[in-house]
């Protein structure tokens, strides 16, 4: 049977090495092998028979159809695989998933211990350029996940060598594949693997946690797989990134929320300010006084959504306002946010409970565990002591419950989570493993399910306020970071960047009575260390990558920190308050431009000219499809440099100080930036008032 979509047809044939074809438009085929499981002990390809669809396609979100395919497994008739496609109208990249089921009593089964699941094959013989991108590499030098592409050559494949993607394209100058999976996890801690053979076939498969040992298989428990992708373009590599990056900002995810430009303002910056340099409390700031006058600020600013971080509630669990710190439980804030046209959002710590929390008592068997040790109650941001809760129990559904309550009490629609470690629990009364699977394996099972009840728990929250954002904190080490969480949410990329051991400077965490972290100040430094995750905007939108500047004066340090957060990161944090008024007013003005063209800026991956830090490093986020869009310039030395478009640029445009411009011929731009010290330099086109200069 065949499916057919704009860019691309999908005909499933049921062959254990050629299950379905992609057959993509001027572009050669693809054929994809069955997946491979291990039931009852045996080794079972999912060749079918009695192929036929399920239903009509269905809608999901406002532009995806989802399609499902029902064959049954030649060598088990007991078994059947579901199939589902989801496709896209002008995208030529599927997402697919498998779901096998039996109609008896059976299980899953692993050899020597180790999963024996193979989600996917494919050949790449005919297309010999080969990259594995890595998303969730964490660069020690910026303390951040940054993007690796590697080059992988006949070596690779003649010593069967294995590597984790979770992105792998192959091509020619003309012709490119893309296979990913969503899941999540720190490089080198692999889930899932792709194997290099000698003939250049690649195969997908599990390495650890994709099930465990003995797990039911029977009419009322099927298997479901994570979500794969595969694509195939006309053109080069470039051609190819840029389609897989509209894919992943425009389909991938229902939850729309995630995918807006918005301009955040965090309270945390201050609140750390406020305790290392104030020598206070983290929590003194955080009352209704001082946020309502930071609101008023935040709005001059420019800001969309207005985030409280931690200490707006009396206790982890139960999420419920402090009413010592804000009386009326949020409701002058929530009416001032209002009345500016912002949004509400709030902070939270989804693995922990405090003590006396009401959603703790009732989940006691939902407690984290670890080798026979429940979690023990330890201090949370000077609030009550807590407990570590498994999301992977059924507390995942208690948790989103707490959201859909608190979007509707307060009217929080954007949800801050932090502290969600990808390891912690080997507790065999939760949804990772039982009694007869040993605790190291539940821990891993536990490990690879917890970004799918993440993702679980936003789409709940979703599905109740469609304009909700979730955005995952991964400001440290042993996240789950990947495509998994992207298909519902975002990531909450830097915090303040390195600490001094990152860079060998003595610090003892105990007794130091200073900052841990170093890029704290305001000046170029600390744009450096934000700005270096950009690359990844080649395949994944930074605007999906949450990193916060600093809005303090001089007015250098605040062009440099907003031609940064231009580029998509889009967050501020920092004292508000204690911004000079024609500083408020510079970022009120240059927000409002960018509020202009930030579409256009999302839709478009940025090219960039020099290395971070050097002179100059420059960035274009024009859209080819509208002309409009920005380009900065930082530079740290006194100087003049000049810029020519990749990109055609509207006539339209208007720039900072230290801007000279013309138009070529072809209607690129060529721009000359001036510096007489460390700053930026910003043009966006697609405005009006080339002559006017800010």
């Not at 301009?263 to 300010?273: G, H, P």
């Not at 303040?496 to 704290?520: H, K, L, R």
Request: net charge negative; proline share 5%; glycine share 8%.
């Amino acid at each position: 049977m065949k499916i057919e979509g704009t860019r691309f047809a999908i005909e499933v044939l049921g062959q254990a090495d050629r299950l379905w074809t992609y057959t993509g438009k001027a572009c050669a085929a693809v054929n994809v092998a069955a997946p491979v499981f291990h039931v009852d002990g045996k080794t079972v390809p999912a060749g079918l028979k009695d192929i036929r669809p399920m239903r009509g396609p269905q809608n999901v979100g406002d532009l995806c159809s989802e399609h499902h395919v029902l064959g049954t497994f030649v060598e088990r008739p007991d078994l059947s695989l579901k199939m589902i496609f989801r496709i896209a109208p002008d995208c030529p990249v599927v997402r697919f998933r498998y779901v096998l089921k039996s109609k008896t009593a059976c299980m899953l089964t692993k050899a020597a211990g180790r999963d024996e699941l193979v989600y996917l094959g494919v050949s790449v013989a005919d297309r010999p350029d080969v990259k594995e991108v890595q998303v969730s590499t964490f660069n020690e030098m910026v303390h951040s996940y940054c993007p690796v592409e590697n080059e992988l050559t006949d070596r690779h494949f003649q010593n069967g060598t294995l590597v984790m993607g979770p992105i792998l394209t192959a091509g020619t100058p003309t012709d490119g594949l893309l296979v990913a999976y969503e899941h999540g996890s720190q490089v080198p801690d692999a889930f899932l693997q792709y194997a290099l053979a000698p003939d250049r076939r690649i195969e997908l498969r599990a390495v650890k946690g994709n099930y465990y040992h003995g797990q039911a298989l029977d009419p009322k428990s099927p298997y479901e797989t994570i979500w794969l992708q595969l694509a195939v373009v006309a053109g080069s590599e470039e051609t190819l990134a840029g389609e897989y990056r509209t894919f992943v900002l425009k389909h991938q995810s229902a939850n729309k929320g995630s995918r807006r430009p918005y301009i955040f303002y965090n309270t945390w910056a201050f609140q750390e300010r406020n305790k290392w340099w104030g020598k206070h409390a983290y929590l003194d700031s955080m009352n209704q006084e001082r946020m309502l006058a930071e609101i008023d600020v935040a709005h001059r600013m420019g800001v969309d959504v207005f985030v409280l971080d931690t200490g707006w509630y009396e206790k982890t669990g139960d999420w419920r306002v402090n009413r010592q710190r804000f009386p009326d439980g949020l409701k002058a804030v929530r009416e001032k946010l209002t009345a500016y046209g912002m949004k509400l959002g709030l902070w939270f710590s989804p693995t922990e409970a405090a003590v006396s929390s009401r959603i703790l008592n009732e989940h006691r068997d939902c407690l984290m565990s670890w080798k026979g040790t429940q979690s023990h109650p330890h201090a949370v941001w000077e609030t009550e002591e807590s407990q570590n809760i498994c999301l992977v129990s059924r507390y995942a559904d208690a948790f989103a419950d707490e959201l859909v309550r608190l979007v509707k009490e307060v009217g929080v629609t954007y949800f801050k989570w932090d502290a969600i470690g990808q390891y912690g629990c080997d507790d065999p009364r939760h949804q990772h493993g039982a009694e007869t699977n040993a605790g190291d394996e539940r821990a891993e099972c536990y490990a690879f399910r917890q970004p799918m009840a993440m993702a679980h728990i936003v789409d709940r929250v979703c599905a109740a306020c469609p304009e909700a954002i979730v955005d995952f904190d991964i400001t440290e080490g042993g996240r789950c970071v990947g495509l998994s969480f992207l298909s519902a949410g975002k990531y909450f990329l830097i915090n303040n960047g390195p600490y001094y051991p990152n860079y060998d400077i003595p610090y003892d965490w105990a007794t130091a009575g200073t900052w841990s972290n170093m890029f704290v100040n305001p000046g170029p430094a600390r744009g450096w260390i934000c700005r270096t995750p950009l690359t990844i905007d080649k395949w994944i939108p930074s605007v999906l990558f949450l990193t916060h500047y600093l809005p303090d004066d001089p007015a250098d340090s605040q062009l440099i920190n907003i031609a940064s957060l231009i580029l998509g990161q889009n967050g501020i944090w920092g004292d508000l308050l204690q911004i000079s008024d024609e500083g408020v007013k510079r970022f009120g003005r240059l927000l409002t431009l960018y509020k202009h063209v930030r579409y256009d800026v999302t839709e478009s991956a940025a090219i960039r000219t020099g290395p971070v830090g050097g002179n100059p490093e420059i960035y274009e986020k024009i859209s080819e499809r509208s002309e409009r869009g920005v380009v900065v310039a930082f530079a740290s030395a006194a100087g003049r440099y000049t810029y020519v478009t990749h990109r055609k640029a509207m006539p339209k445009c208007f720039s900072t100080e230290g801007v000279t411009l013309t138009h070529d011929a072809e209607g690129h731009a060529v721009i000359t930036f001036e510096f007489s010290r460390p700053s930026a330099r910003i043009v966006f086109f697609g405005v009006d008032g080339c002559e006017r200069r800010m």
